[in-house]
């Protein structure tokens, strides 16, 4: 399990709008166009696999910034903003 | 007859690169009950006639490098995927989108399917090209390095690409991705000779049925199949010297669990996400991937199309009652591991191997039973305890001398009784709670409805480690199949009653997190209530996923590993690669 942050740029509305679709699936938006997950090595393959067919190269920029365990902890994070699912469990 | 084993084994994987299409057949072996059947047949068929039977080419390949990997691949039809083997089929599937071609002046073809009736080979050519002669090429993963088993598997290629040609082929390239390099390969008579040599080792593993021994060194990192193989662990048990070579398998995954257990909730698809909403409201909104497992208590909803995604991925969906009855859950197909439930089958036949099995589960019981007692005793120090120990000691020493299965039964009965009796002493004066007796359907006091929940918790997670593992659950050694119950999930869960759910009851009881209130009394008999059960939930999850080391191995790992490993050291007893079951006994 990594964590990464997920950052994108997309110029093209309806382009954004299917990639913001598909990172939903895999990660938790924390800011307008701000992404934050952790991911198994599975998934992020495919998951930047699908990015990769969606998104057009030359106009649209997406980065992924994997963070190690020791970073993770020293994330600060002030206001009003969305935080990804940890591991464990959840119950309803 | 082979096609029908294409359909329900691993073949198919070597046989359609396209993402997609394993998307669909995997559906459809989901749907499609009756393909595992077929293969049950085709596999006992495989001893006596195997005219028919292709091996893959990719495969072919495997057996110089491990040929345990081909047997699981082609014999078990395992479908173990990391990240590695995952990378291999996305980058397959980038290059069959390409419509440019690499290089001029060639005409070149992808993704070629071939077959050859003379050496028995099926499989896909990742390219073949052409300028003044004709030449496969395979593309590997990693970087330039001098490999024979991938000059076999080229040299194959061509030897079927010759047959179906019948033109001459003197050489092949191989391509490194990450390196962007091509390696040729020249097509000797010695490399034409090795790969017929190779295709009957191929045959012969799967005549012999026998398992080959594991490799158990480097080649193991990274391995898909480890988890299935588990190479260290059996070269341990099977040769004592080697037990400091036992490495845990790196990074497996603790994925999320998620409980619902809110009346009139409904869990449904959204995107790839699990979205749980009462009424108006969501409750969660939750990325798929790396969902282990969902459970239901009680009257919760859930659609079909959500199901059908998760039994695609394979994640467990559990349903509980709120009362802590233990439905069933949802299941994949079955697995394709038929050569396994062959030989449960088979032991299950025998009244000796079924008493050898039944004997160890109960070992494993008392055992633990006797330990948990032990520890309590240390500080306690109580003479009933002293009692209850020696007694449950001196009918451990009994039970080798056991030659029915009613008689075993009776000794896990005296031994049960005598710890039930003690069981109020472990619970702490300050508690509010007494335990009397064991008592169920319905439970009539707090202790037992705890107890109740715990092991319909503890039975969810063994009847899902033992379908992950490929076993028939309904056919038990200990517990008779009689009544439609999870025979297997019953006899395995036997040795971890003790240290998962009694000591975490005692726990939860004598650190005072569950109290008075998350109970409710009916006429009927005691359960938990709403917050009873989620403190309960948590605190189960909490010693699921606890740390522990392990007995033989020396290694941490959690208990919801340890279900798996017990059951997989089952499954190779049973096909006869360990010799005996040694139960997971705690210190």
Known sequence: MKHYIITYDISDDKRRNKIYKLLRDYAVPVQYSVFEARLKDEDYLLLRYKLERLMKRDTDSIIFYRQCIRCQKDILRLGRSGEPFGDGIFIL | ?????????????????????????????????????????????????????????????????????????????????????????????????????????????????????????????????????????????????????????????????????????????????????????????????????????????????????????????????ARRCLPFEVSCLVDESRKKTVRPIPCFNQGRVLYVDEPGAYVRKKGERIWVTKEKDTLIDMPLCNLEQVVLSGTVNISAQLIKILLERGTEVHFLSRGGKYYGC????????????????????????????????????????????????????DKNLLLAITKIKSMLKKLDDITSLNSLLGIEGICSKEYFK??????????????????????????????????????????????????????????????????????????????????????????????????????TGTFLNDSGRKKFYRAYEER?????????????????????????FLAKVLQGELYEYKPFLVR
């Open chain 2, 1 to 225: 007859m082979g096609s029908l084993l294409f359909v329900g084994s691993k073949l198919s994987f070597y046989y359609f690169h396209n993402l997609e299409y394993i998307e669909k057949l995997r559906w459809k072996g989901l749907m499609v009950g009756y393909v595992n059947y077929e293969v049950l047949i085709v596999m006992e068929m495989l001893k006596t006639n195997n005219e028919h039977i292709y091996l893959p080419i990719s495969a072919i390949a495997e057996i110089l490098y491990c040929p345990r990997n081909f047997y699981y691949r082609v014999v078990e039809g395992a479908q173990d995927l990391n990240a590695h083997v995952l990378e291999g089929r996305l980058q397959e599937d980038r290059r069959n989108e390409r419509t440019r071609v690499a290089r001029e002046g060639y005409s070149q073809v992808r993704s070629v399917m071939i077959s050859s009736e003379k050496l028995r080979l099926i499989g896909v050519v990742d390219v073949v090209e052409e300028d003044s002669e004709i030449y496969p090429v395979e593309y590997k993963k990693g970087s330039l390095k001098e490999s024979l088993s991938d000059d076999v598997q080229v040299c194959a290629q061509a030897m079927v690409l010759e047959e179906k040609l019948g033109r001459d082929i003197n050489r092949g390239y191989i391509y490194y991705v990450q390196s962007r390099t091509r390696r040729e390969v020249v097509l000797d008579e010695s490399l034409r000779s090795l790969v017929e040599k190779t295709v009957n080792r191929g045959f012969e593993i799967i005549n012999s049925g026998e398992i080959p021994t594991p490799a158990a060194d480097a080649r193991c990192e990274g391995c898909a199949l």
């Open chain 2, 330 to 381: 949802l299941q994949p197909s079955l697995s394709k591991n038929s050569v396994l439930r062959i030989a449960q089958h088979k032991a299950f036949q025998s009244n000796s191997q079924c008493l050898k099995y039944a004997r160890e589960f109960v070992r494993g019981k008392l055992t633990n039973m006797r330990t948990l007692l032990v520890r309590h005793n240390r500080t306690q120090k």
């Open chain 2, 422 to 523: 003690v069981f109020n002493c472990l619970i702490k004066d300050t508690v509010p709670f007494n335990f009397n007796k064991r008592n169920r359907r319905p439970p009539e006091d707090p202790v037992n409805a705890l107890l109740g929940y715990g092991y319909s918790l503890l039975t969810k997670d063994i009847s899902s480690a033992v379908q992950v593992v490929g076993f028939d659950p309904y056919i038990g050694f200990l517990h008779r199949s009689n009544y439609g119950r999870p025979a297997l999930a019953l006899d395995l869960m036997e040795e971890f009653r003790p240290i998962i759910v009694d000591s975490l009851v005692l726990k939860v009881l004598n650190k005072g997190v569950i109290n008075k209130d998350d109970f409710e009394c009916q006429v």
């Open chain 2, 544 to 568: 699921r996923h606890e740390m522990i080391t392990h007995p033989i191995f020396n290694y941490n790992l959690p208990y919801l590993r340890i279900f798996e490993l017990q059951a997989r």
